[in-house]
């Protein structure tokens, strides 16, 4: 597997909204899983979403929760997430990830545990 990130512009005002995609090639199956993690200056990796190929099952953690999603286009191999009410606090630098499982939850989706990155992507949210 290999993944890609790209936005549709980096900055937005303060609620406003992006939409972030990552491609996905050489897969072979549909038993894995992909989505974002996001680092902001000075803090760790943490995870955002996520989303299982084959079943469509989704991930988010608390902060992101009612404000993105996370969805998948099987034709285009690619992974969409649609990031609404953004805050200053979602500035960050977005990173596109991918799993060799299927399952996605706080269990299976960390950064240890991803196998393959994307390069990752500025997100600045500010007025």
């Known amino acids: 597997l290999r993944c890609s990130c790209r936005v549709w512009g980096g900055w937005v005002q303060p609620g406003g909204s992006l939409r972030l995609s990552c491609a996905v090639s050489g897969r072979t199956s549909s038993r894995f899983s992909m989505g974002w993690f996001r680092q902001a200056p000075g803090k760790g990796r943490d995870s955002v979403a996520a989303i299982s190929w084959s079943s469509g099952d989704t991930y988010y953690e608390d902060f992101v929760e009612g404000r993105f999603t996370i969805s998948r286009d099987s034709a285009k191999n690619t992974i969409y997430l649609q990031m609404n009410s953004l805050d200053p606090e979602d500035t960050a630098i977005y990173y596109c990830?991918?799993?060799?499982?299927?399952?996605?939850?706080?269990?299976?989706?960390?950064?240890?545990?991803?196998?393959?990155w994307g390069k990752g992507t500025q997100v600045t949210v500010s007025s």
């Open positions: 990830a991918a799993r060799n499982l299927a399952s996605v939850g706080a269990s299976s989706w960390y950064e240890e545990g991803m196998d393959y």
